[in-house]
């Protein structure tokens, strides 16, 4: 096993005992353009905060936002609609949730089934769910824990899932599993307690987050789901460390169980795609298969650790993975696209007794095919997986980034300011995005 093989096991696997502890305790638009409308929030709308000191919101330290001020954010309400960027209230943290001033946001796939219509969800609603920012404010009650943690001015990472901390998975240390997140955020577009944190600006319409709705110049992120982030790292591309990274190390980690010298084909080289070589790379495995329909994507794999690639419109991917691995298949075979064709594809790509591991999410009602005799004959294990483990992993993500592990400048491919976030979708939908885009808020 090599030096930096030995370090990344080490990183990732220490630690595991004690968190495990601490858990337990604890039709589509033509354009996505943008209307003419611009507001810039002040920084002189947001004051020291004083409170009496017989008041049950005493609090010494933090700030006040002022109900009047406003904030610009990214507002989807029907796949018919371009997103517009309107002027919503900035929020108000409840306690454990943090007001973080968002720094950068990452383009991700996941946001663009809910502007096209195929993943329903909650609107209007702001999108975006993994941010890098500065924390603004905490509630007065959040304990005091929490607020030492994460002081006022620190930098932060958020990651998209974001655990209550109290359910039952979370319990066990499964936040990837988090009842509240699935149930509220995911199904309805609020926090735990069944309301959202956003609201139009005049008329008070509720307007629901997509994870923390990270497209707006603030969001609320609760406690459970930020990592410190350290000035070594860079402040914006970092951002990915909260979805494109996280769910490749979930994948990877939890689900495929990545061990040195393992065979590893990655089917889809986008931004978690182009995270999973990254990560394999990094856990010593041997041969590690890229396969996209991109020549320019296949040739960027190259950079992040791919030792073979294929182009699946050239050549038959399975046929080619099975001879660059002597006829037998990979040990583990990821499918990040979210396609029947792919789903099939990773399921026949495997070894006898292989891992096919599914990290792509497609169209509602979307279903893939298993050739169920092989399945149950040969051992193949087909897994589902979402996404990392926020309190356990994204601090160990952090650390992974800072010893050089992940190439967080290479990963992403390009960036756009705020006001060009309806075109970022465009292009992601069009296939123009090599890795990850961002949108950089501030």
Known sequence: MSRLAKRVFFLSKSSSSSAAAAAAAASRPSSWGWPA????VRDTEIGLRCFSSSSPSSSSAGYHVSPSSSMKGAVFRDPTRPLSLELLQIPRPQ???LLIRTKACGVCHSDLHVLKGEIPFASPCVVGHEITGE???HH????????????????VVGAFIMPCGSCFHCSKGHDDLCEDFFAY?????TLYD?????????????VYMYSMGGMAEYCIVPANALAVLPGSLPYSESAILGCAVFTAYGA???AAEVRPGDSIAVIGVGGVGSSCLQIAKAFGASDIIAVDISDEKLQKAKIFGATHTVNAIKEDAIEKIKAITGGMGVDIAVEALGKPQTFMQCVQSVRDGGKAVMIGLAKSGAMGEVDINRLVRRKIKVIGSYGARARQDLPKLVKLAESGVFNLASAVSRKYTFEEAGKAFQDLDQGKIVSRALVEIV
């Open 135 to 137: 924390v603004v404010d």
């Open 95 to 97: 306690p454990g949730e």
């Open 194 to 206: 069944g309301k959202t944190r956003l609201f139009l600006h005049g008329t008070g319409e509720p």
């Open 37 to 40: 409308r611009h507001h810039h």
């Open 185 to 189: 955020n995911r199904a309805q577009g």
């Open 140 to 155: 007065p009650l959040t304990d005091p824990k929490i607020v030492h943690r994460f002081p006022v001015g620190s930098l």
């Open 252 to 254: 990877m980690t939890h």
